[in-house]
């Protein structure tokens, strides 16, 4: 099952609240993906880990944002405080060495 | 930052025609994949075609890699409606780094 499960699918919040994005990977999958897309700058890479560790946040507002893996089948993806400039698409994907990713739905995150 | 960048943004056809949609990276590679994404969904990986490869084949998708001038091109035969959607290149820079960056995307629109 390749499925890769992203928690909430839609999520409308108050400037300066926490928002806390989650992604249930496939185990096997060592490498994980946070990408965040909007219409003006497409699919953005936020972060990425492998085997849990973070490889490379440097497209993360790292004031706001943050990216963990608390174990090898969850990552969560974190704003606080969050800003109407944050609303996007949230997507995690998931792959192993040198195959395809498999993604989840998305999550769809408004700031008002 | 995008490293792959496609070509045309929009691509308007008939149903039955071909579609050529074209991809266009900054560095060298480890392989190039493309996706797909119906609007509001996920992406879904179509083909992935590594650095030592020149053409690969699925159902009616050929995608062909000229490492040479750094250029990838999705080409759909026989389209359908049902192709309608946008396409996305990504690529994995030679380095071991993994990280999976996409272009922008060609929405292409096959009608009936």
């Known amino acids: 099952d390749a499925r890769v499960t992203q928690t909430p699918r839609h999520k409308v919040t108050e400037m300066g609240q926490e928002v806390t994005m989650r992604c249930q990977p496939i185990l096997g999958h060592n490498t994980v993906f946070w990408y965040r897309q909007t219409m003006m700058q497409g699919l953005e890479l936020l972060a990425y880990?492998?085997?849990?560790?973070?490889?490379?946040d440097s497209g993360m507002p790292k004031d706001r944002f943050s990216a963990e893996m608390p174990d090898a089948t969850l990552a969560t993806l974190k704003i606080q405080p969050s800003e109407p400039r944050d609303s996007a698409v949230y997507f995690c994907?998931?792959?192993?060495?040198?195959?395809?990713?498999?993604f989840g739905q998305g999550t769809r995150l408004t700031v008002v | 930052s995008q490293q792959g960048e496609e070509d045309p943004q929009a691509l308007s056809i008939q149903e039955g025609e071909n579609a050529t949609m074209n991809c266009s990276y900054k560095t060298s590679i480890n392989n190039l994949q493309w996706y797909r994404q119906n609007s509001g969904r996920g992406l879904v990986h179509l083909i992935l075609?590594?650095?030592?490869?020149r053409e690969k084949h699925s159902g009616r998708l050929r995608v062909t890699l000229d490492t040479s001038k750094k250029s990838s091109s999705l080409l759909i035969t026989a389209s359908r409606a049902a192709d309608t959607a946008s396409y996305f290149c990504?690529?994995?820079?030679?380095?071991?780094?993994?990280?999976?960056?996409f272009g922008k995307g060609t929405k292409l629109t096959v009608n009936p």
């Open positions: 075609i590594r650095s030592n490869e």
């Open positions: 880990f492998r085997n849990r560790a973070p490889l490379d």
């Open positions: 990504a690529t994995v820079t030679q380095g071991g780094s993994e990280k999976l960056v």
């Open positions: 994907a998931r792959s192993s060495e040198d195959t395809e990713a498999f």
